[in-house]
């Protein structure tokens, strides 16, 4: 009996002991930028003792669990001065931290999360991050920083060229992009029908591209996402900064509603190269104006609420015959609540709005079109410890869609009141991610986005004889429209087609050591939204149609593997990604397919489907007076449309052909040089493979005149694409005691006058009466000068 007690009273102190070893306690907190409270997106928190760590959240929020005891700890991000310091963890605790400004300048360029040993082990690939500062420094056309065009310099991402908007990413269309601003949608990312983004760099704070391995809190886009967050504003003080150029000016005031509390951002933008047009005789108006807007409030230590806004408009008109405004708007409340040291929460109510108006003077019309969505989330973070971490929540969206509603503009005028029938939609998603930190070595990311959609009734629905709304032409070999049997009538409330489905989401990385690592991932998405439009870059003439009885929802699988390495103490890295994917139901168009004004949109469309796969290769250069970046991508991007029977011909006959956006290369070279302390040299250089295009293969004459007959689609491309930009930046002396600073920015855009063509047209020349191509380029040598400011 008294050698059981004493077992029993052994195995009672290996407990007490096992436990008291494993006695643990949490350490959180917000990071935040000392000399405005901005918080700070994405800092590193490491142990180096315990090779342990974690980094902030999107509002600056921070949680991680250890074993009690004494460490160091090291929190860094890059601009900003290190700190160092050593920590007693022995109850939960609570600490805010300030980082200062290394430089006071704009000076460094990051292009992905901070070069350190932690970023090698986090199974997240395919990412980029890009500044502000960065933004700004890369020279553009007209002098104005632009986010797109920054990000198109990334391995994997194109533009769909120049004076168009959007951009194409691992051979997606640029439809299949979400972008999003302080959580809320953005239709349309492009002022002046591609020349400028419609993101004020000075009002942006962080901003993300996924390419692949996309967390399943992101859905509806099958190619990528943009996350943009704009800055809260500094609760600290007043300032104001800008910048004046040659055709579009800005300025930005931010400062403090309480100090330390709360604060307001305003932002603004606009061009006025349109007022000069009249000294020129030139009746023609083409400009742009946006705003942007925040407001952050501190409740207590727990709440914090935020409210933002954008609003932008673009107007272009030619005289007295055509008219064309369109824009974005969005609005977004977030209340952040902190249930405990482990758990965030956010929830955010969001309105976003897309605008388009096209008034036709000569034919007395006016076509208002557009897209409205509002939408809910409720997400949340839960730092379960320090190797497991989820993020879940729900989202859901309403939408409704006006493909288009004509007015005449006048009491004599000919055009009959027309209004295209509106469809209404809900979307709706519930997601959980787990971050897993399964050993020192491997890195788990995986999770799984549940999603629906429920395409709601309209006023008006056709119905098709064996549901096929295009019929083949089994005598001629061509599509044609179907001739609806009936029509249905829906309430708003019935739900005419529903789709649910399953989207995982898994990536991982395996450190070889403490400067190398493997990582691959996978995604299955669906995109419930089409962008209907006629040509290869999307234009705000085109309609957004939702997934219904006869389209379907797009559907992906993605796969991608990389090596990622930092030598020399990470003055060097490199990243190689090579990636798979394949796209179901993608839209296809039958030929003299009618976009425009068209009520049964469904007539024109086939289902096909779309693969892309590649080569991405990154080289940066990370320290030093000399600074940038050697991107590299080997790609190819296809689309296949097959016939529905034996007899029919499908597009191509079947064929697999090139996408509006296939380029085989894609090389960029981007770099900033420190010449001294107040000139700064930056340059970039682009060299693409020309665009696919559809050129005439012979002709025949019809009454005297000569028909051209096309080849196959997209079987030619045009000529390569080549250009390099330059800029300097000259900071002017200024006496330390002042607080304002200033900046000169010279840039020339496309330096040796490159005559890149943006379209190949063809034609009969009336005089010789021969046939003849016309190249259109849209830019030679562009020069520029902006003066930027802050105080």
């Known amino acids: 009996m008294r050698h059981r007690y004493s077992g029993y ?60 005891g004494t460490y160091k700890i090291s929190i860094s991000y890059l601009g900003y001065t290190t700190i160092n310091e050593d920590l007693e963890l022995n109850k939960n605790i609570t600490k805010n931290f300030s980082l200062f400004n290394a430089l006071e300048n704009l000076d460094e360029i990051v292009i992905t999360e901070n070069i350190e040993k932690l970023s090698i082990q986090k199974p997240q690939m395919s990412v980029n991050k890009l500044t502000s500062s960065t933004i700004k420094e890369i020279p553009v056309v007209l002098g104005e920083s632009d986010i797109v065009k920054a990000i198109t310099l990334l391995p994997g991402v194109t533009s769909v060229g120049e004076g168009a908007s959007g951009f194409n990413v691992r051979g997606g269309a640029a439809d299949q992009n979400l972008i999003l601003l302080d959580e809320a949608t953005i239709y349309n990312s492009s002022h002046l029908f591609g020349l400028f983004s419609v993101f004020n760099p000075d009002a942006i704070k962080d901003l993300r591209l996924y390419k692949g391995g996309i967390p399943a809190r992101y859905g509806g886009r099958v190619s990528s996402v943009l996350d943009i967050y704009q800055k809260e504003g500094n609760s600290k003080e007043f300032h104001m900064n800008g910048g004046i150029g040659l055709v579009s000016s800005r300025l930005l005031a931010e400062g403090p509603l309480k100090k330390d509390k709360g604060s307001f951002l ?59 405004t369109y824009g974005n708007s969005v609005l977004n409340f977030r209340w952040n609540h902190l249930f405990s040291d482990k758990l965030f929460s956010n929830l955010s109510l969001i309105y976003s709005d897309y605008y388009y108006d096209l008034k036709l003077s000569f034919v007395e019309f006016d076509w208002v079109s557009g897209i409205r969505n509002f939408n809910l989330k409720y997400d949340f973070k839960h730092y379960l410890s320090n190797n497991l971490k989820l993020q879940y929540g729900l989202n859901s969206v309403y939408y409704k869609f006006n493909p288009g509603d004509i007015k005449p503009t006048t009491e004599t005028s000919g055009i009959n009141p027309f209004k295209l029938i509106d469809k209404y939609a809900f979307e709706n998603a ?10 020192n070595n491997l890195s788990l990311s995986y999770g799984l986005r549940l999603s629906s959609f429920l395409r709601l009734g309209q006023d008006e629905l056709n119905v098709y004889d064996n549901d096929e709304a295009v019929t083949f032409n089994d005598e001629l070999q061509i ?22 489905n399953f989207e995982p989401r898994f990536s991982m990385a395996y450190q070889l050591n403490s400067n190398t690592s493997v990582k691959a991932s996978y995604n299955k998405m669906y995109q419930y939204l089409h962008l209907l439009s006629n040509t290869n870059a999307p234009t705000p003439l085109d309609i957004w149609t939702p997934s219904g009885k006869y389209v379907k929802p797009q559907s992906l699988h993605q796969y991608a593997v990389g090596y990622f390495k930092n030598f020399k103490n990470n003055l060097y890295s490199i990243e190689v990604e090579s990636f798979y994917k394949t796209i179901k139901n993608r839209i296809d168009y039958i030929d003299g397919a009618d976009l425009i004004a068209n009520n049964a949109i469904e007539q024109v469309i086939l289902n096909g489907e779309a693969r892309a796969y590649g080569l991405e290769f990154l080289l940066r250069k990370n320290e030093g007076r000399f600074k ?16 529905r029977t034996t007899t029919e011909t499908g597009i191509n006959n079947g064929a697999w052909y090139k996408t509006p956006f296939d380029k085989t290369h894609d090389i960029s070279l981007t770099t900033s040089y420190n010449w001294s302390e107040r000139v ?25 005149i000569n028909i051209p007959n096309f080849g196959l689609r997209n079987e030619n491309r045009l000529p390569s694409y080549n250009r390099l930009d330059v800029s300097l930046t000259y900071t002017p002396k200024q006496k330390k005691e002042k607080k304002r600073k200033r900046l000169w920015v010279f840039s ?44």
């Open 430 to 439: 519930i997601y959980l991610d787990v971050e897993h930190n399964v050993s």
């Open 628 to 643: 940038g970046w050697l991107a590299y991508t080997l790609s190819k991007s296809e689309q296949q449309t097959k016939g």
């Open 479 to 500: 599509y044609e429209k179907a001739n609806p049997i009936s029509t249905e009538t829906f309430n708003k409330s019935d739900v005419i087609e529903n789709f649910f």
């Open 9 to 68: 009273l052994l195995i009672l102190l290996l407990v007490s002991h096992i436990g008291f070893t494993q006695e643990k306690f949490t350490l959180s907190g917000i990071i935040s930028e000392s000399t405005s409270n901005e918080t700070l997106i994405g800092v590193n928190i490491i142990f180096p003792e315990v090779k342990s760590g974690t980094t902030t959240n999107e509002y600056g929020f921070y949680s991680i669990t250890l074993p009690k």
């Open 680 to 704: 700064k040299l930056n340059a970039n250089f682009l060299l693409q493979t020309g665009q696919p295009v559809t050129f005439p293969n012979s002709q025949y004459e019809y009454n005297g």
């Open 266 to 324: 305003l932002g603004g933008r606009s061009s006025y190269a349109h007022l000069f047009l009249p000294l020129f005789d030139i009746d023609n108006i083409a400009y742009f104006y946006d705003l942007n807007t925040k407001l952050s409030y501190k409740l207590n230590s727990k709440n914090n609420i935020y409210l933002s806004g954008y609003f932008g408009r673009d107007v272009f008109r030619i005289e007295d015959t055509f008219e064309n």
């Open 748 to 791: 020339i855009y496309n330096v040796y006058n490159r005559k890149n063509a943006n379209t190949i047209s063809f034609g009969q020349n009336y005089e010789t009466g021969l046939n003849e191509a016309t190249r259109l380029a849209l830019f030679g040598i562009v020069p520029s000068i902006s003066y930027n400011f802050k105080f």
